[in-house]
């Protein structure tokens, strides 16, 4: 086997997940994900930290892209428009991956450290945008308080696509519970 | 010495949180903090799992009285108002305990597992409130969307209130910060 592996690093998640989902995470090693993706450990290990870091290798580049559309935004944006763009950024991302995304989540919710690990990504995210607003312009406490908003937007409005009936894409699900987060603040 | 000691758990509880802030908290032992605090080991473990659990001690009281507070709001409250109301409660819990407060938030942002638990309590919160909102008849995703804008308003102020130059109280600044969050998502 070369060193060199097309598509190692998806294979190697896709392996995961399919055997967290089967025979939970803990009950899965690292020797039986390599398997499954017809790959060796040493592969593993050239693309994921540990067994855990599988489930998240996504989330530096979905920072990204959520920030970067945040910082890219109009300049006259108010921070919330601002915000909304890089909702829209990060929705983009899951076009297609429905059915990925709720075995994920469903792999999390089962796992005390997975979700810690999870609320450890969306603190992350949440410190990034503040930093991305305040570099607009916008000063505290409105930066971080935005910020909180996009998150808990991003948060609620991703399981409520992942759940069972959902069948509206991820930008859409995104947009109504941003209006509804407007409403519920606006007293509504 | 005997098994009962006055205010044992308060004294473990100041005792602990002035070693952390002198040598750090990776450099205390539980031994260290109850000879601080003339009691022995066998005390500090009837009160706290374990040295880690001194600096959540109150976590459980804030997140009832948060959500009984939720619960008691008067019938025709908005669920934002509703929120406010255990904001209010919450606040109220730390009067005259600024520089405590101060002290255990330096304790926690010097260290990444401290760092960890803390979000683990706000996610509870939000995930407590979100079933007090549910239980008022708010229906999803408002009830978690509101329970995540009055958590992000609870820890954003907190933040400010512990701030070095702040003088108001942890009840205006709350306020302040929950009208900056209607601001910020009205698009202002």
């Not at 970067?68 to 929705?91: K, T, W």
């Not at 312009?137 to 409520?160: D, N």
Request: charged share 30%; no cysteine.
């Amino acid at each position: 086997m070369g060193r060199w592996e097309p598509n190692a690093r998806e294979r190697l998640a896709k392996a995961a997940l399919e055997l967290y989902s089967e025979r939970g995470y803990e009950q899965t090693t690292v020797a039986e994900i390599a398997k499954r993706a017809g790959l060796t450990e040493r592969t593993f290990f050239r693309h994921y930290a540990d067994k855990r870091e599988v489930l998240f290798g996504g989330s530096v580049a979905l920072q990204d892209l959520f920030v970067n559309a945040v910082a890219e935004a109009p300049g006259p944006a108010a921070p919330i428009d601002a915000a909304a763009a890089g909702l829209e950024a990060a929705a983009a991302v899951f076009d297609g991956r429905r059915e990925h995304s709720r075995q994920r989540q469903a792999v999390i919710a089962a796992n005390t450290e997975l979700q810690e690990r999870e609320l450890i990504k969306l603190a992350s995210l949440s410190a990034a945008l503040a930093d991305a607003l305040r570099r607009r312009g916008v000063t505290e406490p409105a930066a971080s308080l935005t910020a909180e908003a996009g998150v808990a937007v991003f948060k609620v409005g991703f399981e409520r696509w992942t759940a069972a009936a959902e069948e509206r894409t991820l930008s859409q699900v995104m947009r109504e519970s941003l209006e509804e987060l407007k409403a519920v603040t606006a007293g509504g």
